[in-house]
Structures are given as structure tokens and as C-alpha cells.
Nanobody
Framework: QVQLVESGGGLVQPGGSLRLSCTASGFILEYYTIGWFREAPGKEREGVSCISSSNNSTYYADAVKGRVTISRDNAKNTVYLQVNSLKPEDTAVYYC???????????????????????WGQGTQVTVSS
């Protein structure tokens, strides 16, 4: 009933771009802070970006800052992650997650703690390779 579904992953050349989508069903995404995380092979899950529920403040991890844009389309109950200038080290399974416990008018790296998030999607594979 409550579900997040990621889409938009795939195989892309270095320097290419992808737009990942996170679509919610069973709840209204607008009321949640949404985070994007990724797991590369052999590595721990790391935060990529998030967008707050209160004022749409955004945060970007240093590894992707300048190449990534997170945005909402509330009419579609969807959050997007636009990733440009993709690098091989961006290869990972990308997950979106929803939190109703992150508050405040500003958002920072503390919002990328996985324990804040209640709902998780199944992930979409991004592979960056020549």
C-alpha cells in the first residue's frame, strides 16, 4: 500500500546524464523529506542528496555537488534526481527514501542519516562505463 518506486537507471557513458525518478503511492510525497542514497559494490550505503518537506531546501553530498539537482513535482507525487557529468565511480544502486521526522528550515548532512527514513524503494541500477 505504501510504496516508493525508483526508475530511470541504466547504462550510460562517462560524461553522460540520467534523470532518476522516485514516485510514491499510498501516501503524499509532499509531506515527506525525500533522500537519495546509493550503494556501490562492496561499499556502504551513502547519502547523495535530499529535499525537505517544509520548504524544499536541498542538500548535496560533496561527491556529487555541482553535478546533481534534486526536485519535486508534487502533482505527479514524484521526486527527481538529475545527474550530469556521470563518472564511473557513480556506478551504484540508487535508492530513494522518505522521512517524516526531519524538521527545520535548513537541511544539511545530518539529513542523510539513514535512520531518519521510514520508507525505501527497491533501487535502480546506474552503471557508468565506456
Amino acid at each position: 500500500q505504501v510504496q516508493l518506486v525508483e526508475s530511470g537507471g541504466g547504462l550510460v557513458q562517462p560524461g553522460g546524464s540520467l534523470r532518476l525518478s522516485c514516485t510514491a503511492s499510498g501516501f503524499i510525497l509532499e509531506y515527506y523529506t525525500i533522500g537519495w542514497f546509493r550503494e556501490a559494490p562492496g561499499k556502504e550505503r551513502e547519502g547523495v542528496s535530499c529535499i525537505s518537506s517544509s520548504n524544499n531546501s536541498t542538500y548535496y553530498a560533496d561527491a556529487v555537488k555541482g553535478r546533481v539537482t534534486i526536485s519535486r513535482d508534487n502533482a505527479k507525487n514524484t521526486v527527481y534526481l538529475q545527474v550530469n557529468s556521470l563518472k564511473p565511480e557513480d556506478t551504484a544502486v540508487y535508492y530513494c527514501a522518505a522521512s517524516n521526522r526531519i524538521t527545520g528550515q535548513t537541511i544539511d548532512s545530518m539529513a542523510m542519516i539513514t535512520g531518519w527514513y521510514d520508507y525505501w524503494g527497491q533501487g535502480t541500477q546506474v552503471t557508468v562505463s565506456s
